[in-house]
């Protein structure tokens, strides 16, 4: 549905926003896209959505190019920006209206915006003026300006910011509802958002794609994911003593845990090494007890944080 080829933003002639930038998204899948401010993230959606032209490369919207044909490409495209491009004197109904006249829709007016503010859950407040409705509402009518005419793909920038908890469990699912219809692109700075809703995901720094993995398979990117937590019962002093030799593992550290009768500890392997069966030979020869055991640092926010860092350490080379 969405193809990038080797997407190019300069600024200035010299500051690349994006550089050589790749990737295709499929029909109906919910893609997050993350990275730190200044990434490029900003520039991509923009160049997605037909607002920025390109220094070079080309972007592909079922098919049709953004730059040569924009038109028919923003048909489409509905965006959502952080800020919702709402009016707050018009009522919900009057908005939509508008936004329908502007996109020159073509399905019966009437019943495409009562569709849409079905599918949002704002039909409660058709009548209402948008300044008086709460930020979570306000979003909502956000969402039904990208909705109206039913657009293949739709993006989404920071749609959360703001929320109260219970609203932002709202649009999360109202989110992935939509990903049965739609292709969505979802840009927020909230890892566990991406998380919660996001088939896949893709990382931009430095206006490079630093990975780009099914959500569940990330932590493959990170080459050095080798500590792991074990809870194991018995003598602490001999069970650090014959973890540390276990082939592989190049530190043991017990740490201020306890679960139940046993102590936690902290097992780094070397790099490449899976440590895990020669531990549990060791505990199960010896007669220790594994309570449990669990990857460190295996969450989206470390994984994160350690592409970022590595992405960092390479461009500054």
């Known amino acids: 549905?969405?193809?990038?080829?080797?997407?190019?933003?300069?600024?200035?002639?010299?500051?690349?926003?994006?550089?050589?930038?790749?990737?295709?998204?499929?029909?109906?899948?919910?893609?997050?896209?993350l990275g730190p401010n200044g990434a490029g993230k900003?520039?991509?959606?923009?160049?997605?959505?037909?607002?920025?032209?390109?220094?070079?490369g080309r972007v592909l919207i079922g098919g049709v190019d953004v730059l040569e044909n924009?038109?028919?490409?923003?048909?489409?495209?509905?965006?959502?920006?952080?800020?919702?491009?709402?009016?707050?004197d018009m009522t919900v109904t009057e908005y939509l209206r508008f936004v329908y006249e502007l996109k020159g829709c073509r399905f019966p007016r009437e019943q495409h915006l009562a569709d849409v503010m079905a599918a949002v859950k704002i039909a409660d407040v058709s009548h209402r003026l948008i300044r008086n409705?709460?930020?979570?509402?306000?979003?909502?009518?956000?969402i039904a300006q990208a909705l109206i005419g039913d657009p293949k793909v739709i993006i989404f920038d920071e749609p959360?910011?703001?929320?109260?908890?219970?609203?932002?469990?709202?649009?999360?699912?109202?989110?992935?509802?939509?990903?049965?219809?739609h292709t969505v692109i979802l840009s927020t700075h909230i890892l566990a958002e991406v998380q919660s809703v996001c088939e896949r995901i893709i990382i931009?720094?430095?206006?490079?794609?630093?990975?780009?993995e099914r959500a569940d398979d990330l932590a493959r990117v990170i080459e050095d994911n080798t500590?792991?937590?074990?809870?194991?019962?018995?003598?602490?002093?001999?069970?650090?003593?014959?973890?540390?030799?276990?082939?592989?593992v190049s530190s043991v550290t017990p740490m201020n845990e306890r679960e139940g009768d046993a102590a936690c500890y902290l097992v780094e392997g070397t790099r490449g090494v899976d440590v895990r069966r020669g531990v549990f030979r060791v505990?199960?020869?010896?007669?220790?007890?594994?309570?449990?055991?669990?990857?460190?640092?295996?969450?989206?926010?470390?994984?994160?944080?350690?592409?970022v860092d590595r992405s960092d350490r390479e461009n500054a080379r």
């Open 160 to 181: 959360t910011v703001g929320l109260d908890p219970k609203q932002i469990l709202e649009i999360r699912n109202l989110i992935r509802n939509l990903g049965r219809r």
């Open 204 to 212: 931009i720094n430095h206006g490079r794609i630093i990975a780009n």
């Open 283 to 307: 505990c199960a020869e010896h007669g220790w007890p594994i309570l449990s055991i669990g990857a460190v640092g295996n969450d989206l926010e470390s994984i994160f944080i350690r592409l």
């Open 1 to 33: 549905m969405i193809q990038v080829e080797h997407l190019v933003k300069r600024y200035g002639g010299t500051a690349f926003a994006l550089d050589d930038v790749s990737f295709e998204i499929g029909e109906g899948e919910i893609v997050g896209l």
């Open 42 to 56: 900003s520039t991509a959606m923009n160049i997605l959505t037909g607002y920025l032209s390109t220094t070079s």
């Open 70 to 88: 924009p038109l028919e490409a923003k048909k489409m495209i509905g965006y959502l920006p952080e800020q919702p491009p709402v009016y707050p």
């Open 133 to 142: 409705l709460s930020k979570g509402y306000r979003q909502r009518v956000g």
């Open 227 to 248: 500590h792991f937590r074990y809870a194991i019962a018995g003598d602490r002093n001999a069970i650090t003593a014959g973890l540390r030799g276990v082939q592989g």
